[in-house]
């Protein structure tokens, strides 16, 4: 690899420091012959299904519609309740005690998201601490750090559900269900309503948030993409809430169970494979790189046999700021507005698929690619997609990159 | 019937027709003022004919009235949206103030008689309508009329063939409304000398007479019934494609 | 007697002077009129109306909430409101003091028979159209019936709740005025007297119950807008 190494932030160390006070350690949840049958129908809508999803996995339920998936997701809470079999929490069965109560103990995302309009951002968050007694000052404390978690100012706090954005009541609707560190969380379609941009942000938002607190997540999606993109595991639903595959993305991708899970997963599995590495792990090119004021002989020097064929101007936090054209080459010293603006940047953080949607739609060649702090980290072509496709590393490296997105 | 004082037959005044208690061999059911005595009632029936049509008069002219005047706020609210709150709260006054007071608040203009109670129940009819009209052409779906300035249609065409047939059903809905009401409010005409049911019910000698009451006031519900069946029928003959609700 | 400048005022300066000095009765004898009659009237007016609309309350909300909440009865409660509009107020007045008798228990009940319907209607049609995904939210988070009802339903139907009530307050305060019929002396009787209280008197109480329906009208608005959450304010004036 010759790109300058990624600014590769330490997730590790990130979810060892936060989890080991206060988060609740994660539970498995296990589905045991579980059927339900509406009433009136004349069929299960879920059929003898047994799952295991280990604890402090996301276990995405996908399937075309009408195979069940909300249905088996919602049994958890029993906001649907089953027909026969068992589901455990950890040793528990949800059967046991008081519906109101469980679904307490667990969070809870929905696709419409539902804050309650007449209540302020932070009475929403806090609105199972309230159901469970809390006192005023640690609902108030809890608020704060979950705010702060998801990344709003604190005086978001004081506002109402319809004077935010529909991506900023999403990351609302995640705080309240994290609210009480619930060790089981599950989503409805989280995302389903969210634009694609904002929903790709969100996506690695709630994985990177995820990589923090190790929650056991039910996700239920339809959407094949984003199952292989948010999956530790993904259980392929078919009609019927029958399992027709249970395996994790990269076996999904490489070796679908049968025809309807191979149809399901799509023609383009291949492509699919760009969701199963994040930029950052891509070999990423380098370009000359200078400041504003430097003597621009030496830049042009650099950019003989350079990956990149352009030089990027950046400042002292090395934040990209823009192509150098050759006419600004041509001056005796770097411009600090150079011709070409740096736009698009990719966040390292995103998949490969995403980085190269982004390069594409922009039309640009090139796109620096940044970290969480907006410094650069390497610079990403069409040609690095291509080859990590064609290369054969793709089988390798997304084995050994499937799993690192959640860890 | 002894001092006048003692019951409200002074009320307006009127001295009890002489054949009021006719006597017939009921089995003194109106001397005993029972509940209700059909033989006077099938005796007496044609007593209410006038005062049936006058019932008929004062909503018909209220409701009308109303509609003209309502419609009239609501197109111009509709294309002036500055002038909706303005709109809605001066209805909101006209339909706050009781119509009994209303009637004399005329009394120095109008003096006493049918025009006054018209006017007043004219005033009560207005915001029911106005706001109905106005949701309705709220509520017309806005690529619809984005259509509509596509193909070309002017804005007064388009008010009149586009929003206008949308809104037909809240428009129907809010007369039912105001109909319904105000047949039940024009029983109290008869406090402005506006006639009506309502002068069945306390003019006369008597406002303990049962059968009475209970006759105007079936007459009256059965005519705010008639109405609202009416006017239920006619939205869906206007607006075919779409149930009206209540 | 009268002074000038209220003479020029025509019979509404004498409805003033009657309010605030009286005049003899036409009947002769008395004097009526005069802020000591007004006020006693007017208090017994509110109260009258004050006693129904809190009786309607009592009844008819408890009721078209629990029906909107489980969605049932639809059809009671819609028809409710439709009947209710339907009753002719003075002979209901005028049935209920002939048939069952005079007297402040008669007319407050006859006076909720009114009031009953709008709210029982609101109430029920508030609570039906309160977002199913707020409930489904609520129900999700471990919210039990009566908690989703206090805390997400009941603060989102406010303002349509609120609606019913201010029909149900109009309706009640503009038929308390025909009161005196059924033995209860209001404001009502100065328009329903005029043998005794003259033009001037009829004009006065209607001036009276003019204002005093328009400001429960105001004071109910402004319990609403006290009652509304401003999440909710907003969300409007978008």
């Known amino acids: 690899m010759s790109a300058g190494p990624p600014a590769q932030t330490d997730r590790d160390d990130a979810s060892g420091d936060r989890s080991s006070g206060n988060e609740s350690t994660a539970t498995p949840v296990r589905y045991e012959e579980v059927s339900k049958r509406y009433p009136g129908a004349d069929h299960d809508a879920v059929h003898r299904l047994s799952l295991e999803v280990p604890a402090g996995e996301i276990c995405v339920l996908v399937g075309p519609s009408g195979c069940g998936k909300t249905t088996a997701m919602r049994m958890v809470n029993r906001t649907v309740e089953m027909t026969s079999g068992e589901i455990f929490i950890g040793d528990r069965s949800v059967r046991q005690g008081d519906a109101a109560e469980l679904r307490r103990e667990i969070g809870y995302v929905i696709q419409q998201i539902g804050l309650f309009p007449h209540r302020t951002i932070a009475e929403n968050i806090g609105t199972v601490p309230s159901l469970l007694g809390w006192k005023q000052a640690e609902i108030e404390q809890r608020v704060e750090k979950l705010l702060e978690l998801i990344g709003l100012d604190p005086e978001f706090g004081d506002r109402y559900p319809s004077q935010l954005s529909g991506g900023q009541q999403q990351r609302v609707g995640v705080a309240r269900a994290l609210a009480v560190d619930p060790p089981v969380m599950l989503m409805d379609e989280p995302f389903g309503a969210i634009d694609p941009i904002n929903r790709s942000r969100l996506q690695n938002e709630f994985l990177r948030l995820q990589a923090e607190l190790g929650k056991t997540v039910l996700f239920v999606t339809h959407d094949v993409d984003e199952a292989i993109k948010m999956g530790d595991r993904i259980a392929v639903l078919r009609k019927g809430g029958e399992v027709a595959q249970f395996a994790t993305p990269t076996e999904l991708l490489m070796e679908p169970a049968d025809d309807f899970v191979e149809d399901f997963v799509g023609a383009d599995r291949a492509l699919k494979r760009l969701a199963l590495m994040r930029v950052k792990d891509a070999s990423l090119w380098k370009a000359p790189i200078c400041l504003a004021g430097d003597p621009t002989g030496p830049v042009r020097s650099d950019l003989a046999g350079a990956e990149v064929p352009h030089a990027l101007l950046v400042d002292s936090g090395r934040r990209p700021l823009g192509w150098l054209s050759e006419r600004d080459l041509a001056a005796p010293q770097v411009p600090s507005r150079p011709d070409t603006p740096a736009d698009p940047l990719i966040d390292a953080d995103s998949i490969l698929r995403d980085g190269l949607a982004t390069l594409l739609q922009s039309g640009s060649q090139y796109a620096p690619v940044v970290d969480g702090n907006g410094r650069l980290g390497g610079v990403l072509s069409v040609e690095i997609v291509a080859d990590f496709l064609s290369s054969g590393e793709a089988a390798e490296s997304e084995l050994a990159a499937v799993d690192r997105p959640h860890e | 019937m002894s001092d006048p004082l003692a019951g409200p037959g002074w009320l307006l005044g009127a001295a009890a027709p002489s054949d009021f208690f006719r006597d017939r061999s009921d089995g003194g059911c109106i001397q005993e003022n029972k509940l209700f005595c059909p033989d006077w009632a099938i005796d007496n029936i044609d007593r209410y004919t006038d005062p049936t049509l006058q019932h008929l008069v004062l909503v018909f002219s209220a409701v009308a009235a109303g509609f003209l005047i309502a419609f009239g706020l609501a197109v111009l609210a509709h294309r002036h949206r500055a002038l909706s709150s303005p709109f809605l709260a001066a209805t909101g006054v006209l339909y706050t103030i009781p119509s009994i007071a209303f009637f004399f608040l005329l009394l120095p203009i109008t003096g006493r008689g049918a025009l006054t109670a018209i006017i007043a129940l004219t005033a009560f009819t207005l915001q029911i309508i106005f706001r109905n009209i106005t949701t309705g052409l709220r509520n017309v779906p806005p690529e619809v009329t984005e259509a509509a300035r596509g193909v070309g249609l002017t804005p007064k065409q388009i008010l009149w063939r586009v929003e206008i047939p949308l809104a037909m059903p809240e428009i129907i809905a809010g007369l039912r409304v105001a109909t319904v009401s105000t047949v039940a409010l024009a029983t109290l005409a008869v406090f402005a000398n506006g006639g009506g049911l309502g002068a069945e019910i306390v003019s006369g000698s008597n406002i303990t007479f049962k059968t009475g009451i209970i006759i105007a006031g079936s007459i009256a519900i059965l005519m705010a019934i008639t109405f609202d069946a009416l006017l239920l029928l006619t939205g869906r003959l206007l607006a075919p494609w779409k149930r009206v609700e209540a | ?238």
Do not use: C
């Open chain 3, 1 to 238: 007697m009268i002074p000038t400048p209220v003479a020029a005022l025509g019979l509404f300066g004498e409805a003033f002077q009657f309010v605030f000095q009286g005049q003899e009765a036409a009947t002769g004898g008395v004097t009526v009129g005069g802020t000591g009659q007004v006020l006693d009237l007017a208090g017994k007016q509110l109260e009258v109306t004050l006693l129904a609309l809190a009786v309607s309350i009592v009844l008819a909300l408890p009721v078209g909430v629990f029906l909107g909440h489980h969605g049932k009865g639809e059809f009671v409660a819609v028809s409710a409101g439709n009947a209710g509009r339907a009753i002719p107020e003075l002979a209901l007045i005028a049935l209920m003091a002939a048939a069952v008798g005079v007297g402040l228990f008669n007319l407050v009940v006859a006076l909720a028979i009114l009031g009953i319907p709008p709210i029982l209607t609101n109430a029920f049609v508030g609570i039906r159209q309160v977002d199913r995904v707020s409930v489904e939210a609520a129900r999700g988070m471990g919210m039990t019936d009566g908690e989703i009802i206090r805390k997400v339903e009941l603060p989102l139907a406010v303002p349509t709740i609120m609606g019913g009530v201010r029909t149900s307050a109009i309706n009640i305060i503009a038929t308390a005025t025909i009161a005196p019929l059924a033995g209860i002396l209001t404001l009502g009787d100065f328009i329903i007297s005029r043998n005794v209280y003259g033009d001037a008197g009829v004009l006065a109480g209607a001036i009276l119950v003019a204002l005093m329906a328009l400001a429960l009208e105001l004071t109910l608005a402004g319990v609403q807008w006290k009652l509304t959450s401003p999440g909710l304010r907003i969300r409007r004036a978008e």
